[in-house]
């Protein structure tokens, strides 16, 4: 079917019906109690709100899970649990791997993908979703703009997707990193990266059943 007329402000015009919105790791573990908690899940929040009830039913969660200990964990990430031995699983409280309670009302039975990395498409479970597979673009909100979420952000576009970030739905612990993301990455890549507000993203929706 044609898709209707759209009156849109996205650089590369209405989004097409098979869109998913990818809410990254907006997770107690990095909201409460814990050496990875900052303001930046309350920041991005409302804004994932929005996207989570506007792409209800093409929306996928994605939760980080942290190594059972450094010693269990691979290679050079080993470092790095030896830095936040405080989060790995041996130590953690697991209800602060659950997402932040605003959100897990709202998930609806929407898929919720557990990954050990950065980068959601390095678990096979994020990849192989049907919403995913069939997915022409992708909406990125959640937590953090210049870690799991630009991991997961340029993953996509190397798998050719259309990708669109909602620049005040998603936060870092780091501004400058924020920023840097926002300001300086995205803008190298104008045919790859579209930055919208939610507001913007959602007046360019197309109902999914007329793609």
Not at 82 to 91: F, I, N, Q, S
Not at 156 to 176: F, K, P
């Amino acid at each position: 079917m044609t898709e209707p007329a759209v009156s849109t402000s996205l650089p590369h015009g209405p989004l097409p019906g098979a869109t998913v919105h990818v809410c990254v790791d907006m997770q107690r573990l990095f909201a409460e109690e814990t050496s990875w908690a900052s303001g930046a899940v309350a920041a991005a929040l409302p804004g994932a709100l929005q996207l989570a009830n506007g792409f209800r039913g093409r929306t996928v969660f994605t939760r980080f899970i942290p190594a059972i200990s450094a010693a269990a964990a691979e290679r050079a990430w080993q470092t790095y649990y030896r830095a936040w031995a405080d989060v790995t699983l041996d130590h953690l409280d697991p209800d602060l791997l659950d997402l932040v309670p605003d959100l897990a009302r709202r998930t609806g039975g929407a898929p919720v993908v557990d990954k050990t990395t950065f980068g959601a498409f390095e678990s096979p479970a994020f990849g192989g979703l049907p919403a995913i597979d069939r997915a022409e673009a992708l909406i990125f909100s959640g937590v953090e703009t210049d870690m799991c979420v630009l991991a997961t952000l340029m993953a996509a576009i190397d798998r050719g997707y259309r990708c669109i970030l909602a620049v005040d739905a998603v936060a870092s612990s780091d501004t400058a990193g924020h920023r840097a993301v926002v300001e300086v990455l995205a803008p190298r890549l104008p045919e790859m990266i579209e930055t919208a507000t939610v507001d913007a993203i959602l007046a360019a929706r197309v109902p999914a059943a007329t793609s």
